[in-house]
């Protein structure tokens, strides 16, 4: 489990360049069927990105405390620590904050898992694109009346809320994001051309 925290703490943190390059490739490309492939391999990646973002996410709220077993119990002494977290916002009552702690972990397990899957693909990355501006939001909240508080991310290194974690979720998270959902809306706009649809020229004449 410790390497596959790694490994998706990794991709979460540098796979938006990954996602940016290809964003880049793709722009750069003037013919439509090349455009439209690298399109779709780049939503591929992307979504693969994205749904590592929120596992990381998730394993990062979940998993055990140093020297403790995976198991329900040890998840639970996991979750009450989020919480403290959740509530050291000031956004929440003590319960509300008990009560998102217990539910975002697996809201973030199941959006990881959606993205990954590649289905529905404009409506995942659109929900991705919403709930990391609600995360920028309570770190901008939280920075704005000077708390001094961790943003609890699960994604990485401890980020103290503020102006870093702000440009770090908005580069590494954010922008990655936009770029997939504008990717998946383009490519349902701008469908592949019919096999069924012959040019005058390419239809042989009858004898």
């Known amino acids: 489990m410790e390497s596959l925290g790694a490994a998706l703490n990794w991709l979460a943190e540098w796979g938006f360049i990954f996602v940016v ?6 722009f750069c490309v003037r013919n439509p069927v090349k455009r439209r492939s690298l399109v779709r391999a780049l939503l591929v990646v992307g979504g693969i ?4 973002i929120f596992l990381a996410a998730a394993y990062g709220k979940l998993k055990p405390i140093a020297g403790f077993p995976w198991s329900w119990a040890s998840m639970k002494t996991s979750i009450a620590l989020f ?10 009552s003590s319960s509300g904050a008990n009560a998102v702690a217990h539910i975002l972990p697996f809201v973030e397990l199941f ?6 899957s590649g289905i529905w693909r404009r409506y995942s990355s659109l929900a991705a694109c919403l709930v990391f501006v609600g995360f920028m939001i309570a770190i901008y909240s939280a920075y704005r009346r000077g708390l001094k508080i961790d943003c609890g991310c699960g994604v990485g ?3 103290e809320a503020g102006p870093t974690a702000l440009l770090r979720d908005g580069l590494r998270f954010l ?3 936009l770029i997939v959902t504008t990717g998946a809306f383009w490519l349902r706009k701008h469908p592949a051309a019919s096999s069924a649809t012959a040019t005058p020229e390419s239809t042989p004449a009858v004898q």
């Open 21 to 26: 390059a290809g964003a880049m490739a793709a």
């Open 49 to 52: 990105v994205l749904g590592s």
């Open 83 to 92: 919480a403290i977290q959740v509530e050291s916002y000031h956004m929440l």
């Open 111 to 116: 959006l990881g898992v959606w993205l990954v």
């Open 157 to 159: 290194p401890p980020e």
């Open 175 to 177: 922008l990655p994001s």
